[in-house]
């Protein structure tokens, strides 16, 4: 089932829907997919992680090296309450780029749809910059010390692992379903390439054979042809010789007639 991420531009009402990608099972919101739909921005990290049931404020910011626009996203940062229940309680501004110095930021705590403190769900901690993106899903105090990748670097990773997955499923997606599991096995690849090719160099020389028995059977036909042509140039000069005596023994005849 789809799922998309709701954003809302700071000042005004209307809700917008940006459709979400999966990776590695999990659904995030490509920064390419909010620019289509707040056109004429860049904005960075290069990917956030789906928060259900959450209307995610877009707030501009005039960027202090010029004079054009940029957009920011506040994003919930979690906390326990008293009674042991997940709340929303800071909200956390993603900059368009950390070098850059911003001269005005805003900063907007999403919207729940609904009114339960648990809309959030378990676990809705906003991508690090450091981490997998599957580490960083799953979220947990010990997420950013696992690694020590920028977030660009894993964004453009799970970018790229998601890109290979599509055109694998579309190179296997036309064969039969044993074909299908054969190929994507950790060897099944290699081995029927290996079958593919054993199989073309047979049929190679089972064509080569019959074109050679072709060719044998061409020329003896031509042989064949040129007998055929010899002997019925024969026939046709014992045809003439026929003629040659009709034609003398009717003179014949004639002159012992007269007689």
Known sequence: MEAFQ????????????V???QVEGYDIV??????????????QPYCIKHYPGVVLDVAPSITGGGDSIEFLMSTPSLSLTDDGRTGASTSTL???????????????????????????????SIISSFGTPLQDLQGGDNAVSRTTLSFKQVAMLA?????????EQRLVSPFSPEVQTQIQSP??????????KEVIKEKSEQLMGCLQK???STTKNKELMTQM?????ALDTKQDEMKQLQIQALSQLALLQKQ
């Open 187 to 196: 060897n099944g690849y290699n081995s029927m390439v290996q079958e593919i």
């Open 30 to 43: 490509y920064w390419e997919d909010i620019e289509y739909i707040f056109p004429g921005v860049k904005i």
């Open 214 to 216: 072709l060719e044998v």
């Open 94 to 124: 993603i900059s368009p780029s950390p070098t850059e110095s911003v001269a005005d930021d805003l900063q907007v705590v999403p919207s729940p749809i609904g009114a339960s403190d648990d809309a959030f769900g378990d676990d809705t």
């Open 6 to 17: 709701l954003f809302r531009l700071i000042g005004t009402t209307e809700i917008k829907r």
């Open 159 to 167: 970018r790229r692992k998601e890109l290979e997955s599509k055109i």
């Open 229 to 233: 042509i010899e002997m019925q140039e």
């Open 19 to 21: 459709l979400c990608s």
